[in-house]
T-cell receptor, first 115, second 112 residues
Framework: GAGVSQSPSNKVTEKGKDVELRCDPI?????LYWYRQSLGQGLEFLIY????????KSGLPSDRFSAERTGGSVSTLTIQRTQQEDSAVYLC?????????????FGPGTRLLVL | KNEVEQSPQNLTAQEGEFITINCSYS?????LHWLQQHPGGGIVSLFM???GKKKHGRLIATINIQEKHSSLHITASHPRDSAVYIC??????????????FGQGTTLQVKP
């Protein structure tokens, strides 16, 4: 079946603009994760969804970052007033259930460049 | 100090060599994952471990919970194994969420 998809694959924006990044998880997966991979840095956790609720938002770096998930499926990560340090690859992953013992399936990522 | 440390950061091997990548962590965990990231490509989950050892093809992963250490071994390495290998842990207390903390990754190049 289809894997995790993300759009756009690449996004170039000007500093101060808002951007929306979309994630379509594998159908039926209840858990959804957003991660960020900055140039030369490792992956870092941003936010976790179980269904439509986000019990763990601890990784969001500032209040400019928000995310929502509707219908237990598609998720959108929004970055307001983008800054150059927001430039990174934003990755989405989903798993059939929550839990550290579940395999996470990663999307191809959205490469964001803030000029 | 990062909670998850990998070594080496970079590794170059000749085709056919046996390869070991190490991962040490400083927190209690519910599970440890090994991931593979090809250049320009997505991330693929290789293993999930909570104890012992797992094998898949030429890949073997082991974990020692008491020593907070895991290793990923590749036998009979091949150029197509060239990728970044990432160790990630799910901290205890985060077990119900699946939230992962990642190592910095090990970049492996296997030369023909």
């Amino acid at each position: 079946g289809a894997g995790v998809s993300q759009s756009p694959s690449n996004k170039v924006t000007e500093k101060g603009k808002d951007v929306e990044l979309r994630c379509d998880p594998i159908s039926g997966h209840t858990a959804l994760y957003w991660y960020r991979q900055s140039l030369g840095q490792g992956l870092e956790f941003l936010i976790y969804f179980q269904g439509n609720s986000a019990p763990d938002k601890s990784g969001l770096p500032s209040d400019r970052f928000s995310a929502e998930r509707t219908g237990g499926s598609v998720s959108t990560l929004t970055i307001q007033r983008t800054q150059q340090e927001d430039s990174a690859v934003y990755l989405c992953a989903s798993s059939s259930q929550s839990g550290g013992w579940e395999t996470q399936y990663f999307g191809p990522g959205t490469r964001l460049l803030v000029l | 100090k990062n909670e998850v440390e990998q070594s080496p950061q970079n590794l170059t091997a000749q085709e056919g060599e046996f390869i070991t990548i190490n991962c040490s962590y400083s927190v209690g965990i519910s599970a440890l994952h090994w991931l593979q990231q090809h250049p320009g490509g997505g991330i693929v989950s290789l293993f999930m471990l909570s104890s012992g050892k797992k094998k898949h093809g030429r890949l073997i992963a082991t974990i020692n919970i008491q020593e907070k250490h895991s290793s990923l071994h590749i036998t009979a390495s091949h150029p197509r194994d060239s990728a970044v290998y990432i160790c990630a842990v799910c901290p205890q207390g985060s077990g119900n969420t699946g939230k992962l903390i990642f190592g910095q990754g090990t970049t492996l190049q296997v030369k023909p």
